[in-house]
């Protein structure tokens, strides 16, 4: 059964760092692209990130670019999300997803979804 | 970026009514159109894919159809545990942009 369970939300300043983490198990990790997904209070789905199965492919939407970095840790089974120079409108619930096919470069859909954490940003 | 826009916004429909969903795409996807569930206080819930691919263990009411910019999400008969915002989310390429969103209420 697969389980996603993020971690590492909490309320941080504005210009501030912070990490997330997604810890996965019930599936072969290595094998399976990961995506950030996050959703400020109230409104929908913003897609965020997403790596590829291999860590050859990273993607950001142009509001985190260059501020918002995804890695990952096959070793560990956990995705991240490292996330730099926050700014109140990144205040969100954080959702990690798993891609339903393994192995491929381009994206796909996100068949598994953990509970999210939330992240606010304010002074 | 390819822009995603979801019609209507929010519905309201009796119990057993069919109801559909569009997601228009602002230039081609092909069938690279999925979509989501949520329901209140819960996570998303994939049910679609490729357009018109139903989800594992995702009740039969649910259907999908389209192909390059207009796709449509059907509920064949409306239940009380549909309540939940629907959203369609691009995945042909990078970025996985998804719809504002449909909430669809019991009237």
């Known amino acids: 059964q697969v389980q996603l369970v993020e971690s590492g939300g909490g309320v941080v300043q504005p210009g501030r760092s912070l990490r997330l983490s997604c810890a996965a198990s019930g599936f072969t990790f290595r094998n399976y692209g990961m995506h950030w997904v996050r959703q400020a209070p109230g409104k929908g789905l913003e897609w965020v990130a997403l790596?590829?199965?291999?860590?050859?492919?990273?993607n950001y939407a142009d509001s985190v670019k260059g501020r918002l970095i995804i890695s990952r840790d096959d070793s560990k089974s956990t995705l991240y999300l490292h996330m730099n120079s926050l700014r109140p409108d990144d205040t969100a619930t954080y959702y990690c997803?798993?891609?339903?096919?393994?192995?491929?470069?381009?994206?796909?859909?996100?068949?598994?979804w953990g509970q999210g954490t939330l992240v606010t940003v304010s002074s | 970026d390819i822009q995603m826009t979801q019609s209507p916004s929010s519905l309201s429909a009796s119990v057993g009514d069919r109801v559909t969903i569009t997601c228009r795409a602002s230039q081609g996807i092909s069938n690279y159109l999925a979509w989501y569930q949520q329901k209140p206080g819960k996570i998303p819930k994939l049910l679609m894919y490729?357009?018109?691919t139903l989800q594992s263990g995702v009740p039969s009411r649910f259907s999908g159809g389209g192909s390059g910019t207009d796709f449509t999400l059907t509920i064949s008969s409306l239940q009380p545990e549909d309540v939940a915002t629907y959203f369609c989310q691009k995945y042909n390429t990078a970025p996985g942009t998804f719809g504002q969103g449909t909430k669809v209420e019991i009237k």
């Open positions: 790596i590829s199965y291999d860590g050859s492919n990273k």
């Open positions: 997803a798993k891609e339903l096919t393994a192995k491929i470069i381009f994206p796909a859909p996100l068949d598994d």
């Open positions: 490729a357009a018109s």
